[in-house]
């Protein structure tokens, strides 16, 4: 297999960016409730969390380490990010009436999104080339979907069930994303 392919099936499967990081936990939990929400959701996340990192690189390689500014690395990171967001909510308001209204105060809340710095960062940290960054973040944002998807679908079954009154709502939810988490863990021994 290229590198790009393994790189791409890591980020999505193996080291996933909520099961295995736990990074993106917000929106995990809050917008898992509806399937067509996660849809919209993961789709949201994987344009901005792609863009965002590949922006983020090139800052980093033409601007941050040029000028000697590492420091300045998360501030820069964070406006990139935010208006990549806000692009992102103008199109998907303009667009998708519906989406955006279902998505509610998840779509702005993408800029806090740890995953989406997080995995800029990681892209850095690693010193990923640009092809290896962009492989990384989509990976990375598709894994975030797969899983949200899966988790609300969950979700939505488990609203059907009977559930003792103790683990209704946020409990069962949690011990689901565990049980998520480690059938997740399974994908390890592949690559």
């Given amino acids: 297999m290229s590198d790009g392919l393994l790189i791409f099936l890591g980020a999505a499967f193996v080291n996933n960016v ?76 303009k667009s998708f009436p519906a989406l955006y209204q279902s998505l509610g105060v998840f779509l702005p809340l993408i800029t806090t999104n740890c995953a989406v710095l997080g995995v800029a960062l990681l892209a850095v940290q690693e010193q990923l080339s640009f092809m290896q960054t962009f492989m990384y973040s989509f990976g990375s ?11 609300a679908g969950l979700r939505s079954q488990l609203s059907l069930n009977r559930v003792p009154a103790a683990f209704k709502g946020n409990p069962i939810a949690f011990i689901t994303a565990g049980l998520l988490s480690m059938a997740f863990m399974g994908f390890a021994g592949i690559v």
């Fill in 18 to 93: 909520v099961l295995a990081k736990f990074l993106g936990l917000c929106p995990f939990m809050g917008v898992s409730s509806k399937v067509d929400s996660a849809v919209g959701m993961g789709l949201a996340t994987t344009f901005v969390l792609t863009l965002a990192a590949m922006l983020s690189w090139l800052l980093e390689v033409t601007v941050l380490q040029p000028l000697n500014l590492q420091f300045m690395r998360i501030i820069v990171f964070i406006l990139v990010i935010a208006a990549v967001v806000q692009l992102t909510e103008l199109y998907v308001k």
């Fill in 141 to 151: 944002s598709i894994g975030f979907m797969v899983v949200l998807v899966l988790f």
